[in-house]
């Protein structure tokens, strides 16, 4: 077993990728000699070289763009995009490109391509360095979207990201960077398709994924002193969603709320609660709730955390629950 | 030709180019034409931004500023020349590292501090923190924390200027702040090629640091010329050094003069070096000490205040009492930004739109949620 952070654990991955792959290539702002912001990539490039381990220009639609060309010659690029709302810039690329060339090419072309994005809050940063995008990915046909919540998923997640055919949007939460776990590097993961029961309870099922998984899980511990018994589910695939895992959790315990740090409006919340309603109907005792951020802008760091979901914002939707 | 302009030592000797001021860079005496106030009106603005910048990196350590903050500590003698060639009626757009711009620009240092701080006093309320300061009666119209993301708006305030009226010295015009590495991204193509076409009265000014965050110019730009960008668009660039304020304001001034009289647009690089690191988190592990040292050097401010001195204009009393006076100015800013509040929560949704908007939810934690999840109380009662 190995100790390492969130983001060693992401580093490791990506290493193991690239050694077992040599077609794998790591690109982005300041990755290679800086290790990247949050020295995620930190010294790939000095062991494999600037070839693989690419700092390219301020030009995050260029990143994309010639991360494509690559994989439709068949590379593999992981793509990192320095902060959650520096992706935009690369929406194009990513929506009217990434995301629908294997379907104009009927398959012939594949496009294994990861984009990396640290997201979420937490860290008191303001908009663009906060924010949580996933919504407008999970919309998009063709993506896969995924977040680690931490260091053992982050590790196989990565590397079977690499690994699928498919183009991926990874998000880390970049507040859990610094979570630390025993990882055991030769041990296979969980499918990156596949949900997780990350604590099993009988009362209510929280559903989360990246950074509010772990809030959750503070959540049913604070719950169990009130003898409340929650379960959390780490979704770890935004889309497709792990519906099964989703039902099987409400229908035995009727209540649901979704944890996200993006707006609850027409958030990743939203399609769970109706995905959960339509499957459970029966089962349910209460109306699937969502907890998230409010409908404005990402507030600077003053106001941030009346923003984030919490601990307390958590236990408020479980109490609603009861109510019915 | 480009003398005494700091640059790495591989960096190619640029030639001329479209538009290119013979006489830029060489240190210069001031000349008997310049205003002894004025210069010394320089110097005391670049001695504010070097004193502001300093001591919010050390507010920014104690915690006092929050997110992230890009300081202008090198750039000041940049700052202060393209600020000295605007009028008030001009508009000023610039990127995340603006703080020495608005201060330049007229802003009161306590708002500008009070911004850092996240507090109601500051610039923007603040709601906009050290990357989004904004000022519509100085026509500082951002603070853009993306990079490239002033480019386009800045044209399209100069072609509502271009709609508005017919070119000549009393039109208004643009200046758009951008860095280095900003001339790699998507936006400054379609800025420039617009503002060309449309003949639009916009000065965009690259304060060319030499670093895109850790990665040099030279690694990240196929022209590192980046004045010479301009002639994919016939725009005229020019290429400055950025440690010379009065250097960077004639330039400033002569393109500003024909964005105003002709609608034409230009292209400005001010070469300077950034001393600290990217933003005050960043240890700058990219560079050698020596090359630290070599640009600590060129440092613009004691090489201002020592020529304004050999000229005659400054001695060493008033330099002193100049300092002096910044620095209270600013440790009077950082005290009313201290006892400044935060602002309240109940703010939180304030401006997010212009006009009230109907069955917009603008709840907060303890309100009664949205329709569609019935509280608890009207459960009860049902």
């Given at each position: 077993?190995?100790?390492l952070?969130?983001?060693k654990?992401?580093?490791a991955?990506?290493?193991?990728?690239?050694?077992?792959?040599?077609?794998?290539?790591?690109?982005?702002?300041?990755?290679?000699k800086?290790g990247?912001?949050f020295?995620?990539?930190?010294?790939?490039?000095?062991?494999f070289g600037?070839?693989?381990?690419?700092?390219?220009?301020?030009?995050?639609?260029g990143?994309?763009g010639?991360?494509?060309?690559?994989?439709?010659?068949?590379y593999?690029?992981?793509?990192e995009?320095?902060?959650?709302?520096?992706?935009?810039?690369?929406?194009?690329?990513?929506i009217?490109?990434?995301?629908?060339?294997?379907?104009r090419?009927?398959?012939?072309?594949k496009?294994?391509?990861?984009?990396?994005?640290?997201c979420g809050?937490g860290?008191g940063?303001?908009?663009?360095?906060?924010?949580?995008?996933?919504a407008?990915?999970?919309?998009?046909?063709?993506?896969?979207?995924v977040a680690?919540?931490n260091?053992?998923?982050?590790y196989?997640?990565?590397?079977?990201?690499?690994?699928?055919?498919?183009?991926?949007?990874?998000?880390?939460?970049?507040r859990?960077?610094w979570?630390k776990a025993?990882?055991?590097l030769?041990?296979?993961?969980?499918?990156?398709?596949?949900?997780?029961?990350?604590r099993?309870?009988?009362?209510?099922?929280l559903?989360a994924?990246?950074?509010?998984?772990?809030?959750?899980?503070e959540a049913?511990?604070?719950?169990?002193?009130?003898?409340?018994?929650?379960?959390?589910?780490?979704?770890?695939?935004?889309?497709?969603l792990?519906?099964?895992?989703?039902?099987?959790?409400?229908?035995?315990t009727?209540?649901c709320?979704?944890?996200?740090?993006a707006?609850?409006?027409?958030?990743?919340?939203?399609?769970?609660a109706?995905?959960?309603?339509?499957?459970c109907?029966?089962?349910?005792e209460s109306?699937?709730?969502?907890?998230?951020?409010f409908?404005?802008p990402?507030?600077?760091?003053?106001?941030?955390e009346?923003?984030l979901?919490?601990?307390?914002?958590?236990l408020?939707?479980v109490?609603?629950?009861?109510?019915? | 030709?480009?003398?005494?302009?700091p640059?790495?030592?591989?960096?190619?000797?640029?030639?001329?180019?479209h538009?290119a001021?013979?006489?830029?860079?060489?240190?210069?005496?001031?000349?008997a034409?310049?205003?002894?106030e004025?210069?010394r009106?320089?110097?005391?603005q670049?001695?504010?931004i070097?004193?502001?910048?300093?001591?919010?990196?050390?507010m920014y350590?104690?915690?006092?500023?929050?997110g992230?903050?890009?300081?202008?500590?090198g750039e000041e003698?940049?700052?202060?020349?393209?600020?000295?060639?605007?009028?008030p009626?001009?508009y000023?757009?610039a990127?995340y590292?603006?703080?020495?711009?608005?201060?330049?620009?007229?802003?009161?240092?306590?708002?500008?501090?009070?911004?850092?701080?996240?507090?109601?006093?500051?610039?923007?309320?603040?709601?906009?923190?050290s990357?989004?300061l904004?000022d519509?009666g100085l026509r500082?119209l951002?603070?853009?924390?993306?990079?490239?993301?002033?480019?386009?708006?800045?044209?399209?305030?100069?072609l509502?200027?271009?709609?508005?009226?017919?070119?000549?010295?009393?039109?208004?015009?643009?200046?758009?702040?951008?860095?280095?590495?900003t001339?790699?991204?998507?936006?400054?193509?379609?800025?420039?090629?617009?503002a060309?076409?449309w003949?639009l009265?916009?000065v965009?000014?690259i304060?060319?640091?030499q670093l895109?965050?850790?990665t040099?110019?030279e690694?990240?730009s196929?022209?590192p010329?980046?004045f010479?960008r301009?002639?994919?668009?016939r725009i005229?660039?020019?290429?400055?050094?950025?440690?010379?304020?009065?250097a960077v304001?004639?330039?400033?001034?002569?393109?500003?003069?024909?964005?105003?009289?002709?609608?034409?647009?230009g292209?400005?690089?001010?070469?300077?070096?950034?001393i600290?690191?990217?933003?005050?988190?960043?240890?700058?592990?990219y560079?050698?000490?020596?090359?630290?040292?070599?640009?600590?050097?060129?440092d613009?401010?004691?090489?201002f205040?020592?020529?304004?001195?050999?000229?005659?204009?400054?001695?060493q009393?008033?330099?002193a009492r100049?300092d002096?006076?910044t620095e209270?100015?600013?440790?009077?800013?950082?005290?009313f930004a201290?006892t400044?509040?935060?602002?309240p929560?109940?703010t939180?949704?304030d401006?997010?739109?212009?006009?009230?908007?109907?069955?917009?939810?603008?709840?907060?934690?303890?309100d009664?949620?949205p329709?569609g999840?019935?509280?608890?109380t009207t459960?009860?009662?049902?």
């Amino acid at each position: 077993m190995t100790t390492l952070t969130l983001g060693k654990a992401l580093n490791a991955g990506m290493r193991r990728a690239m050694e077992s792959d040599p077609k794998v290539l790591v690109m982005g702002e300041d990755v290679g000699k800086l290790g990247g912001v949050f020295r995620v990539t930190d010294g790939l490039q000095k062991d494999f070289g600037e070839d693989r381990v690419i700092d390219t220009p301020l030009a995050e639609s260029g990143i994309i763009g010639t991360a494509i060309g690559l994989a439709l010659r068949g590379y593999r690029p992981i793509c990192e995009i320095q902060f959650d709302g520096f992706v935009f810039p690369a929406a194009d690329q990513i929506i009217t490109q990434l995301a629908k060339m294997p379907l104009r090419s009927l398959g012939a072309l594949k496009l294994p391509v990861v984009v990396r994005i640290p997201c979420g809050g937490g860290i008191g940063a303001v908009e663009h360095h906060s924010e949580s995008p996933e919504a407008y990915f999970t919309h998009t046909s063709g993506l896969r979207v995924v977040a680690c919540s931490n260091p053992v998923d982050a590790y196989t997640m990565i590397q079977d990201a690499v690994r699928c055919d498919d183009p991926i949007i990874f998000f880390e939460p970049k507040r859990r960077y610094w979570d630390k776990a025993d990882i055991d590097l030769d041990a296979p993961g969980l499918p990156l398709d596949r949900a997780r029961v990350v604590r099993p309870g009988r009362d209510v099922t929280l559903v989360a994924y990246g950074p509010m998984v772990k809030t959750c899980l503070e959540a049913a511990a604070a719950a169990e002193e009130d003898g409340r018994d929650l379960e959390v589910i780490d979704l770890r695939s935004l889309n497709p969603l792990d519906m099964a895992v989703l039902e099987e959790s409400v229908q035995r315990t009727g209540r649901c709320v979704v944890v996200h740090e993006a707006p609850i409006f027409t958030g990743l919340g939203a399609e769970v609660a109706a995905r959960v309603s339509e499957r459970c109907f029966y089962h349910l005792e209460s109306p699937v709730l969502r907890v998230g951020g409010f409908s404005t802008p990402y507030p600077p760091s003053r106001l941030e955390e009346y923003y984030l979901p919490d601990l307390d914002r958590v236990l408020d939707a479980v109490d609603r629950t009861f109510a019915y | 030709m480009v003398a005494n302009t700091p640059g790495p030592a591989s960096s190619p000797e640029p030639g001329p180019a479209h538009g290119a001021r013979s006489d830029v860079g060489a240190v210069r005496p001031p000349g008997a034409s310049e205003d002894a106030e004025v210069l010394r009106g320089y110097y005391r603005q670049m001695a504010l931004i070097r004193a502001f910048e300093l001591r919010s990196a050390e507010m920014y350590a104690r915690a006092k500023i929050g997110g992230y903050c890009h300081l202008n500590l090198g750039e000041e003698a940049t700052v202060v020349g393209l600020m000295a060639a605007l009028r008030p009626s001009d508009y000023l757009f610039a990127g995340y590292r603006v703080h020495g711009y608005a201060l330049a620009r007229g802003a009161e240092p306590g708002r500008v501090m009070a911004e850092l701080f996240g507090r109601v006093t500051g610039m923007s309320g603040g709601r906009g923190g050290s990357m989004h300061l904004f000022d519509a009666g100085l026509r500082l119209l951002g603070g853009y924390g993306i990079v490239g993301g002033q480019l386009p708006p800045a044209t399209g305030a100069a072609l509502a200027i271009a709609y508005r009226g017919a070119p000549g010295p009393d039109s208004e015009a643009v200046m758009c702040l951008l860095g280095d590495g900003t001339t790699n991204i998507g936006a400054f193509h379609e800025a420039l090629n617009l503002a060309a076409v449309w003949r639009l009265p916009i000065v965009y000014a690259i304060v060319n640091n030499q670093l895109g965050m850790g990665t040099p110019v030279e690694a990240a730009s196929g022209e590192p010329e980046l004045f010479r960008r301009g002639c994919s668009y016939r725009i005229p660039g020019e290429r400055v050094d950025g440690n010379d304020v009065l250097a960077v304001r004639d330039a400033a001034l002569a393109l500003m003069e024909s964005a105003r009289e002709e609608h034409r647009p230009g292209l400005l690089e001010a070469v300077s070096y950034r001393i600290r690191g990217h933003s005050v988190v960043d240890p700058a592990r990219y560079r050698s000490a020596e090359e630290t040292q070599r640009v600590r050097d060129l440092d613009p401010l004691p090489a201002f205040r020592a020529r304004l001195i050999e000229g005659g204009v400054l001695d060493q009393e008033t330099a002193a009492r100049i300092d002096d006076e910044t620095e209270r100015t600013v440790t009077a800013a950082i005290e009313f930004a201290d006892t400044s509040p935060p602002p309240p929560v109940d703010t939180l949704f304030d401006g997010v739109y212009a006009t009230p908007v109907p069955n917009v939810f603008t709840g907060l934690p303890g309100d009664p949620p949205p329709d569609g999840q019935t509280t608890v109380t009207t459960l009860g009662e049902s």
